[in-house]
């Protein structure tokens, strides 16, 4: 199994592998998974003090918080499996 990386911005990359969902952070229901990561600690904000477009799901519970949108990251995923 290769390890497959996307940029999420910044500089910052996570493992595609690991990835289970891209979603937009504006509904009451991923606010509070947002909230509840936070408070167990499984909250990474890599948004670099900008607005949160994409909030990312992972197999390990983990919340990744990124300031691009979620379609862009969706786009680097698809391209990524195809080469």
């Known amino acids: 199994m290769d390890i497959q990386l996307i940029n999420i911005g910044f500089g910052n990359i996570v493992s595609a592998n690991r990835i289970i969902a891209i979603v937009s952070p504006e509904s009451a229901p991923i606010k509070r998974i947002i909230t509840d990561a936070r408070e167990r600690g499984q ?4 948004t670099y003090g900008r607005r949160t477009r994409a909030v990312i799901i992972t197999d390990s519970s983990h919340i990744v918080l990124s300031a ?16």
């Open 43 to 46: 909250l990474v904000d890599a």
């Open 68 to 83: 691009i949108q979620p379609e862009t990251i969706a786009h680097r995923f698809v391209g990524n499996k195809e080469s």
